[in-house]
């Protein structure tokens, strides 16, 4: 049957992971997975915020990240221009705080300059994962993109980069969501199966022994 090897990368809003899994007709085998628990798109935000208070510190000498009330929408700002960012080259944040507001620009290219070692965190945990695998980027025949902060540009360079194969981010999140969800079940489903197996092979041998 004709077999693929599959790379998905699921950049999510708190973590980031990476499995690999070998499609071969009916058959679905989980050859690798690895992951970063601290690293996920609520650090580009972050970058986001700290670029902008940065800003606003320099005209106006105040944190807004001190200001409670303004701080929330800094945040959420902040997300909604990241993703502005994956289909224009620049976005207009309007920031207020401390009862004083000032409009903060920035670029895509500055936005990746902002984030460049987290999307190498990225990149160094697919290599480990790949490694321990025994598999090379160009053998993959598909990436697939998984969670809204794998849409940036940048992750699509990055991969496309180093595989040489393009990547797919059009799957419906749910269903891929619900796919793994199936996969990793009929994992533990097998590992069961084989463990009750190994049990009953394991009994007489555990009965003579009983005997002795």
């Known amino acids: 049957p004709n077999q693929q090897l599959v790379m998905v990368y699921d950049l999510g809003g708190g973590t980031f992971d990476v499995t690999l899994v070998r499609f071969s007709g009916y058959e679905v085998r989980v050859l690798g997975t690895d992951g970063d628990v601290r690293l996920g798109g609520r ?17 106006h000498g105040l944190d807004p990240r001190e200001d409670k009330a303004a701080y929330p929408e800094l945040v959420f700002l902040a997300e909604e221009a990241k993703k502005t960012l994956s289909g224009h080259d620049a976005v207009s944040l309007p920031l207020r705080a401390h009862h004083k507001e000032i409009q903060v620009e920035l670029t895509r290219q500055r936005f990746e300059e902002l984030t460049e070692d987290l999307l190498r965190r990225t990149q160094a ?24 902060s794998s849409k940036m540009p940048m992750v699509h360079r990055m991969l496309e980069r180093f595989s040489s194969q393009g990547t797919d981010d059009q799957l419906p999140s749910d269903l891929i969501v619900a796919q ?3 996969i990793h079940a009929a994992m533990l489903e097998d ?22």
Do not use: N, Y
Request: aromatic fraction near 4%; charge should be neutral; include cysteine.
């Open 43 to 59: 650090e580009w935000d972050d970058r986001i915020v700290k670029h902008a208070c940065g800003q606003f510190m320099a005209e």
């Open 125 to 148: 945990t697919c290599e480990l994962m790949l490694s321990a695998a025994g598999v090379a980027w160009r053998e993959l025949d598909r990436i697939l993109l998984v969670g809204g």
């Open 180 to 182: 793994g969800a199936a």
């Open 191 to 212: 590992r069961r199966v084989q463990q009750l197996k190994r049990d009953k092979s394991d009994a007489p041998s555990r009965a003579a022994d009983a005997r002795e």
